[in-house]
């Protein structure tokens, strides 16, 4: 049994975010189902391990985190020697933290509706809400333009190598490539090869690999 | 002038938070106001400062940053040395990324709603939507519940001592604790003594006096 632990399915945008972490850095760990379809995130003893019911939540020997891009903080701190930096320092780390706040704050909810009403609400047989599609798109366009123009200056989102601050996309866009939300990134060179370059990480395909068999 | 400028004003929770960052810190900065009331925040030149056209924007030196928590994990780490630590290391920083990540992700959607009907809107002389207001008094109940538990087992958020976890709270409590959404903290001694201890921090003293004077 591995030291580390995560709680949660790999279904799960924010579940998926610590794996590819994970398998950024090359460190094993055990995969502890949740069964979110009969409410198991929101009894204990799940709850004592995140307490606000969502998942994932993560254990690495005695400690006990929640909160996705917390864990791939420390992740990305407590073994910086090993597999992609996926930080930088001084300066160069403030610019990398400004972008991980775009995605958590400017891109992460709206990509999330679409992703809720395009991707995982036909998978589990539901109606797509149009209006609330249309509000989005229109709104992920707005940042989609902003992340065409930082791409433009910077290969990355945070600056000249990979770091979290692209990593955390990769579950929504991963979504979102495979509905009708990839018209928004075709028309924009930049983002287009931005998405395919962190598609093609080993570690990202790594994930899906486990994803698809599950 | 001080090599630090602040774009914002102080009506606004993000700039707020930068600025009690900065007095915790001691340091100087220029606070260069931004007529939100015309649009400047959504125009050039300070679209090229905070491309989401948000305010604050922040210059040290050469460097310009945006998003408040991104600003204000910079400011705590460059430093480091001076004022109060606001940071730890190791599992401890673990443990203040996640209740970094609570108030970010759990209580501030929910406290910026209540905010905006219950304190700004009627700054501003705009109707209260009474719906939303009960939906989100509902929801910050819920967080506040587990702010309760936490505040038992800890003295604060991050751990026994004061850190960015706690501060980034500060211009959304101030706000809730002069409207009824005050009835939600006083039935939960732990988050009421959390309160009262952070507002009577002298840094966050100073950031009203400068308030309160424009």
Redesign the interface.
């Known amino acids: 049994m591995a030291v580390i632990k995560v709680h949660g399915i790999p279904l799960s945008t924010a579940a998926a975010r610590v794996i590819a972490c994970l398998n950024e850095k090359g460190l094993e760990f055990d995969l502890i189902p949740v069964d979110m379809g009969s409410g198991e995130h929101k009894k204990e003893p799940f709850l004592s391990l995140s307490?606000?019911g969502q998942v994932p939540a993560f254990e690495d020997g005695d400690?006990k985190?929640?909160?996705s891009?917390?864990i791939t903080?420390?992740i990305a701190?407590?073994y910086g020697d090993k597999g992609t930096p996926l930080l930088a320092s001084?300066?160069e780390?403030?610019?990398v933290?400004?972008w991980?706040?775009?995605e958590?704050?400017?891109y992460d909810p709206v990509a999330m509706k679409l992703a809720w009403e395009l991707a995982l609400k036909p998978h589990f047989g539901m109606q797509v809400d149009d209006a609330v599609v249309a509000e989005n798109e229109e709104k992920l366009g707005k940042v989609l333009d902003?992340y065409e123009?930082?791409l433009s200056v910077s290969k990355y989102l945070g600056g000249d190598v990979f770091t979290l601050a692209d990593l955390h996309h990769l579950p929504t866009l991963s979504y979102l490539m495979n509905t009708q939300a990839k018209k928004l990134f075709e028309p924009r060179p930049k983002v287009s090869a931005w998405v395919a370059d962190i598609f093609s990480r080993p570690a990202w395909r790594k994930f899906l690999e486990l994803r698809d068999q599950k």
């Open positions: 307490p606000f400690l985190l929640f909160e891009r917390a903080k420390y701190q407590e001084g300066k780390m403030a610019i933290s400004v991980m706040e775009v958590a704050h400017q902003i123009a930082r």
